[in-house]
Each structure stands twice: as structure tokens, then as C-alpha cells.
């Protein structure tokens, strides 16, 4: 897919200074950015704090946006790495299932711990990115795939591979109901 012509007029301007122009390239793509955010951070004030930031960065780099690149999947990119280091910031570290499951079962709250967002909130940040971009977003994996930079079997993969790494802990909500 490439730009059309009302977008790529829209960045030429964007890339010569033109801020007006740069806010209306971004204006569809926000939602899905704040969506995306929202999802990694489980915080709303952190996650519109991050959609800025990601838009500074944006409007700085934009110069690296390849021309007839789509901006969605450039822009989503950005975002995701800012979401990343809003936690890397937090010092947050994710546990893992084993871990999870042994704190729970000594707090005595088993089924209340492993519902599946919190599941999904034990995975990697990378595991999580590739499953909300999916299923939260429902992007297809061509544009996954832009929007990390790899091809679309990896993003399938990378996908699958997620998938694979959440169902243990979801059989055990299973067997606990």
C-alpha cells in the first residue's frame, strides 16, 4: 500500500515545517496510537503522555518516514517504543507465570489473579505488543509487520509464539472455575 495523493502533499508540506499539516496527517491515527497505549501502560494519563511524546518524536523524525511509506504503521512504531520506555522508566519488571501463580496462591486468590488481562500483562512487553496490536487492534499481520519493522511471517510467528506463551496461564483460570 502507498500514501495517496491528499497524504503525500500532506507530508511534503509536513517536512518543510508546516505544523497544521503534520496535525492532520496524525488526526486519524490518534485514536488507534491512544488505543495502542492505553493497552501497553494501563494507564490512561500515562498512555495520552506517551501519544505527545511519540508525536514530538514524530514531527522531529519525520524526515525518516520513507516516501509512499504509510504513516499508520511508522507512527504506531513510535508510540510503542515510547510506551516501552514509560515503563522501562517505572522501573516495571514482568513476572513470570510460575512466579504469578505462586504469589497468588499464597495471597488464596487464584481465580482472581489470572483473568486475562492480567494474564497478558505477565507476558513480555514484546509478547504483549504483537497480541494487542492483533487482537485489541485487529491489525492484520502485514501491518503489524510495518509497524515493527519485520516481515509478515515473523509478525504471524511472533504472534503464534504469544499465543502459545499465554494459554498455560489461562488453562489454570480454566480449571479454577
Not at 509512499?68 to 513510535?78: A, H, K, N, T
Request: glycine share 4%; hydrophobic share 40%.
Amino acid at each position: 500500500m502507498s500514501l495517496d495523493r491528499g497524504q503525500s502533499e500532506l507530508t511534503q508540506r509536513a517536512r518543510r515545517g508546516d505544523g497544521e499539516a503534520f496535525a492532520e496527517l496524525l488526526r486519524p491515527e490518534y485514536r488507534s496510537a491512544v488505543r495502542l497505549a492505553k493497552a501497553l501502560l494501563h494507564n490512561v494519563d500515562e498512555a495520552e503522555d506517551a501519544v505527545q511524546e511519540a508525536a514530538l518524536k514524530a514531527w522531529r523524525k519525520l524526515d525518516n518516514l520513507r516516501e509512499g511509506s504509510l504513516l499508520r504503521p511508522w507512527f504506531l512504531g513510535i508510540v510503542a517504543n515510547q510506551c516501552r520506555s514509560v515503563r522501562r522508566a517505572k522501573w516495571w519488571t514482568s513476572r513470570t507465570d510460575e512466579e504469578a501463580r505462586e504469589k497468588a496462591a499464597e495471597a488464596g486468590d487464584i481465580a482472581g489473579s489470572i483473568d486475562l488481562r492480567r494474564a497478558v500483562a505477565q507476558l513480555e512487553y514484546d509478547q504483549r505488543l504483537v497480541l494487542v496490536l492483533r487482537y485489541y487492534m485487529d491489525l492484520p499481520f502485514e501491518e503489524i509487520a510495518r509497524t515493527l519493522g519485520i516481515s509478515p511471517k515473523a509478525a504471524r510467528s511472533r504472534v503464534e509464539r504469544a499465543v502459545k506463551n499465554l494459554r498455560p496461564m489461562l488453562r489454570v483460570q480454566e480449571a479454577v472455575s
